[in-house]
């Protein structure tokens, strides 16, 4: 991120802009551009009732739109980049295109003009006298405009963010627009015109300063440069050719898009004003996109060796946009020095290794480069690396050397004489390059180089890099040093009854020259022959060890040899089989590499995939991946040489290919399609020897498909052909990704009801609906209350809790429940019944989102067959139901027992209260106020054994009640 601040584009005084190592542009007022921003018809990715651009509306007619009615809101694309807009004097100028209706005098619209960014929002009102219309005359369209104050310094429209002008409209004097009385109404609207507008060539538009080019950028590189690698300011006239191609890296875009920009053009001037390059930029040249929001590239530009001055040049991008604007985007100048050296290994710049070995000698040839334009330089070479007194370094040249003109080379040799014990040895040889020149009369370091080689320790002898190719060595299916990288098993095509060409390339590892025994491990059969790849000789089996000698080869390089196989001719024997190569160092035997590769015989016709609905790797179609269908498109090719007949070719079906089905059942189930580019399907194809043709194969699979990679067959047969008819089999692979996790709970045995104290074995089945492998763990508990579940237990028995699920597979379990020994008869407890995935089988964990438990309510009823028990149990276990009515039986006992003695009292009460009659009324003469209360009820007067004597008939006590 701090790298493409560095190399944002600054304006420079006058309309120029250079890289500059600022954070942000600078913003001052002659580097902004004046900018007309007209209101088009509406836009549907901009949104809004009009749209905001530099490009002005010449077709599409007039638009417009009542402000008076509704507030019209006009709006910019979405900025591609940051835009800094600045006013004129802080103001943002307005014209618009519009008329002020009414019906009768005096009425007046004020406009209200809303300039919006981001949250940031500025206005400005005008007010404008209606014109009156009649019936015979309207009223013109007129020409209105308005300024909004916006900062003085400016303000920012954000990327992606869009600028939005909103016009509204309040009228006056309209307040009677219904007057009553068969009056007519008063009619008066404000409206705005935009787009193309008749009889005008203006618009209705905005005016600000901006620059929408601004973040534009432009850099100069070495060939083959990322943007972070920065600029190359230093260049030399005779520097090697790939440091003579000066890289130019540029991206031009507008705010407002790519429709903003109408021409680029790249300019290198020399120091004497001579135009090196002149270049329009467009998508016609290899490098250069043309998108929808910017033109950006690379255009790469070699100059010749020695034709250009030393000096300054100057490098710059001009582009114009569409509304006439020129803007200079301005490179740092580059130097074309004078004095300059390049310092490489001998073998080339790629060459950045260099090999040691115990008591040997390294010899390092160098090369000198005098890259600048002229003038004589005298070398000194220092080897930089601290190397103790057991190592003898030199040059062949200890006095240096002399380079003396511009692209004038020399060949200095470093010689490294190793001591027995490599433990100390540096990791890295650095060698200077110190260049000096006369300048002005004196001597002067003009120019230095310096040239770093990682130092590798190595044997005398070593195992070697062996690596397999086709033919033409533009494929390489394996190597000794990366082997993983390869596919081995991808078949490599081997024409049945000739021998088809492979390249065997073995590079010498080791410190000293060597040669190289070949066994063949595997050859399935075939014949192989190895031929020398320069002399065409045939290498000849040794018959004392049973090996293929090489020649000897120097150290570090190459041996090209030449495998010919051909494949065995037993009709029998696989197509396809794995062909295994040791390579051992003579030397030392036990320094040995091993290459291999997938051979498949062909009998004059085969078949590729060369493009899949997911691509890489092509054969092999992903169903997650390929969202629109799995499908490939198919070359066959009739391989056959020795004719000129066309043969029909038969392509059978996969569903109905019996090596699939041998392989899966159910791969007859799935559904394929082979089609030609129309959509028809296409059972032959006829072809000429050597011609080839395309078909898809489109590749449908049933529902309920096992995740794995699955391996099919494609067969090509010869058609009306029965004895050994020419054939080919072309394998593909579909995977066949994870689904959701899925269970399913369902009871095997079947219901029965449980006894007090009894266990009950229920089986049940866990189905898993997935396609893949599932770990489940299964387990039961109580789920009614806790006080219903007191006393009972459940258990899973047997099998365990964790069970293994095949894919679309079941598994069975036993769950055990045992009831109490007080358990009451009718009782009803539910047990619940879980499956929960884990882990899928070999894949890790579960995600959250792929988990679906299942699980199954059972109910358990109890029956008790003895009477005497279920009673026993219903008392020492008095359900809910049944300890309620023991309570409500008991208070009704109580308050029987209760309502008898009331009773009781109440007529002792009476009888007393009878008897004492006309006591009270002479009590009551002699004092109102002194009397007796009756004795309370229950009370130690009322307990004397003859209280109950007096009978009373039930009609006299409902009386006294």
């Given at each position: 991120m701090v790298m493409l601040l560095a190399l944002v584009p600054v304006s420079s005084p006058g309309g120029a802009f250079a890289l500059q190592e600022i954070p942000t542009p600078n913003r001052v007022s002659a580097q902004m551009y004046d900018y007309q921003i007209f209101v088009a018809s509406p836009n549907s990715t901009a949104g809004g009732d009009g749209f905001l651009t530099t490009d002005e509306p010449q077709s599409g007619g007039q638009r417009d739109i009542v402000v008076s009615e509704q507030t019209a809101q006009f709006k910019s694309p979405r900025m591609l980049t940051d835009l800094f807009v600045e006013g004129y004097n802080g103001l943002v100028r307005i014209k618009m295109f519009h008329t002020v209706e009414a019906s009768n005098p005096g009425v007046n619209a004020t406009y209200t003009f809303t300039l919006v960014s981001g949250g940031s929002s500025w206005s400005d009102t005008v007010r404008?006298?209606?014109?009156?219309?009649?019936?015979?005359?309207?009223?013109?369209?007129?020409?209105?405009?308005?300024e909004i104050s916006v900062p003085a310094d400016g303000f920012d429209i954000d990327e992606d963010e869009q600028l939005v002008l909103e016009i509204s409209a309040d009228m006056e004097g309209c307040q009677d627009q219904n007057p009553g009385n068969g009056l007519p109404s008063t009619d008066c609207t404000a409206t705005i015109f935009f787009n193309d507008i008749e009889g005008t060539s203006d618009h209705t538009k905005l005016e600000f300063k901006s620059n929408a080019l601004s973040e534009s950028l432009l850099i100069v590189q070495r060939d083959g440069a990322e943007l972070i690698d920065g600029s190359q300011l230093e260049w030399y006239p005779n520097d090697s050719p790939d440091n003579r191609i000066m890289q130019f890296r540029f991206q031009v875009e507008s705010s407002f898009g790519r429709f903003d920009i109408n021409s680029v053009r790249l300019s290198?001037?020399?120091?004497?004003?001579?135009?090196?390059?002149?270049?329009?930029?467009?998508?016609?040249?290899?490098?250069?996109?043309?998108?929808?929001?910017?033109?950006?590239?690379?255009?790469?530009?070699?100059?010749?060796?020695?034709?250009?001055?030393?000096?300054?040049?100057?490098?710059?991008?001009?582009?114009?946009?569409?509304?006439?604007?020129?803007?200079?985007?301005?490179?740092?100048?580059?130097?074309?020095?004078?004095?300059?050296?390049?310092?490489?290994?001998?073998?080339?710049?790629?060459?950045?290794?260099?090999?040691?070995?115990?008591?040997?000698i390294t010899v390092i040839p160098l090369q000198l480069q005098h890259r600048g334009s002229s003038g004589q330089l005298d070398i000194d070479l220092q080897v930089i690396t601290n190397f103790n007194s057991n190592w003898n370094v030199s040059f062949d040249a200890p006095g240096g050397y002399i380079l003396n003109e511009g692209g004038a080379i020399v060949n200095p040799i470093l010689t490294i004489e190793s001591p027995q014990d490599l433990r100390n040895a540096p990791p890295q040889l650095v060698i200077r390059a110190v260049g000096e020149a006369i300048v002005d009369?004196?001597?002067?370091?003009?120019?230095?180089?310096?040239?770093?080689?990682?130092?590798?320790?190595?044997?005398?002898?070593?195992?070697?890099?062996?690596?397999?190719?086709?033919?033409?060595?533009?494929?390489?299916?394996?190597?000794?040093?990366?082997?993983?990288?390869?596919?081995?098993?991808?078949?490599?095509?081997?024409?049945?009854?000739?021998?088809?060409v492979f390249i065997m390339e073995i590079w010498n590892n080791g410190f000293d020259e060597d040669e190289f025994r070949i066994d063949i491990l595997e050859r399935s059969k075939a014949i192989i022959q190895i031929v020398d790849n320069d002399t065409g000789v045939v290498i000849v089996e040794d018959l004392n060890d049973g090996t293929y000698h090489t020649d000897s080869i120097n150290r570090h390089m190459t041996e090209v040899l030449q495998i010919r196989v051909k494949p065995s001719g037993d009709r029998d024997d696989s197509d396809q089989g794995l062909i295994r190569f040791e390579v051992a160092s003579e030397g030392n035997s036990s320094k040995i590499s091993e290459v291999?590769?997938?051979?498949?015989?062909?009998?004059?016709?085969?078949?590729?995939?060369?493009?899949?609905?997911?691509?890489?790797?092509?054969?092999?179609?992903?169903?997650?991946?390929?969202?629109?269908?799995?499908?490939?498109?198919?070359?066959?090719?009739?391989?056959?040489?020795?004719?000129?007949?066309?043969?029909n070719w038969r392509l059978i079906n996969p569903a109905d290919l019996q090596r699939n089905i041998d392989s899966d059942e159910t791969y007859s189930q799935w559904e394929f399609k082979i089609v030609d580019n129309s959509g028809d399907s296409i059972p032959y194809l006829t072809l000429a020897p050597q011609q080839s043709g395309e078909v898809t194969l489109e590749i449908d699979p049933p529902d309920q498909v096992e995740m794995d990679s699955h391996i099919l067959y494609l067969r090509i047969i010869e058609a009306d052909v029965e004895d050994d008819p020419a054939y080919f089999d072309m394998q593909f692979i579909v995977?066949?990704?994870?689904?959701?996790?899925?269970?399913?709970?369902?009871?095997?045995?079947?219901?029965?009801?449980?006894?007090?104290?009894?266990?009950?074995?229920?089986?049940?089945?866990?189905?898993?609906?997935?396609?893949?492998?599932?770990?489940?763990?299964?387990?039961?508990?109580?789920?009614?209350?806790?006080t219903v579940c007191t006393g009972w237990d459940s258990d899973i028995r047997g099998t365990g809790n964790l069970l293994t699920i095949e894919a679309y597979g079941q598994e069975d379990f036993t769950v055990e429940i045992s009831s109490p020994s007080n358990a009451r008869s009718g009782e009803r407890v539910e047990f619940t019944v879980v499956a929960e995935p884990q882990t899928l089988a070999g894949q890790g964990s579960v995600d959250d989102e792929q988990i679906s438990s299942a699980n199954l309510v059972v109910t358990m009823t109890v029956e008790i067959p003895d009477i005497i028990t279920a009673l026993m149990n219903e008392i020492v276990n008095p359900s809910p139901t049944m300890l309620l009515v023991f309570i409500v039986a008991l208070v009704t006992i109580v308050l029987g027992v209760q309502n008898r003695r009331n009773r009781r009292r109440?007529?002792?009460?009476?009888?007393?209260?009878?008897?004492?009659?006309?006591?009270?009324?002479?009590?009551?003469?002699?004092?109102?106020?002194?009397?007796?209360?009756?004795?309370a009820l229950g009370s130690e007067e009322d307990s004397s054994g003859d209280e109950f004597e007096i009978e009373f008939d039930d009609d006299d006590i409902e009386l006294l009640e």
């Open positions: 404008i006298e209606a014109c009156e219309r009649t019936l015979l005359s309207g009223c013109p369209v007129l020409e209105a405009s308005a290198l001037v020399d120091p004497s004003g001579i135009m090196k390059v002149d270049q329009a930029l467009s998508d016609s040249l290899e490098g250069v996109d043309d998108t929808n929001w910017a033109i950006s590239g690379i255009y790469d530009w070699e100059y010749s060796r020695g034709s250009m001055t030393p000096g300054e040049y100057f490098v710059s991008l001009e582009v114009t946009d569409i509304q006439g604007h020129t803007i200079v985007i301005e490179h740092e100048d580059l130097v074309m020095k004078q004095f300059g050296v390049s310092l490489l290994h001998g073998d080339g710049v790629e060459r950045s290794v260099e090999y040691i070995a115990p008591s040997q009369g004196s001597p002067e370091i003009v120019a230095t180089e310096t040239l770093y080689l990682d130092l590798e320790k190595v044997d005398t002898y070593a195992s070697p890099f062996t690596s397999i190719w086709n033919e033409n060595r533009t494929q390489q299916f394996d190597n000794s040093s990366r082997h993983d990288s390869f596919d081995t098993s991808t078949p490599r095509f081997v024409e049945d009854g000739e021998f088809t291999e590769f997938t051979i498949q015989r062909t009998f004059g016709v085969r078949a590729e995939p060369v493009f899949d609905c997911d691509s890489v790797p092509l054969g092999t179609v992903n169903q997650t991946s390929c969202s629109d269908g799995m499908s490939m498109r198919i070359r066959v090719t009739n391989s056959i040489s020795d004719s000129s007949t066309s043969t995977e066949i990704g994870p689904g959701n996790v899925q269970l399913e709970i369902v009871q095997v045995s079947a219901d029965a009801p449980i006894n007090a104290g009894e266990e009950r074995d229920l089986v049940f089945r866990v189905k898993n609906l997935g396609n893949q492998p599932q770990f489940v763990y299964v387990d039961v508990d109580c789920s009614s209350s806790s109440l007529a002792n009460l009476a009888y007393e209260e009878m008897e004492d009659e006309g006591d009270e009324d002479d009590d009551q003469e002699v004092d109102e106020f002194d009397f007796e209360l009756p004795a």
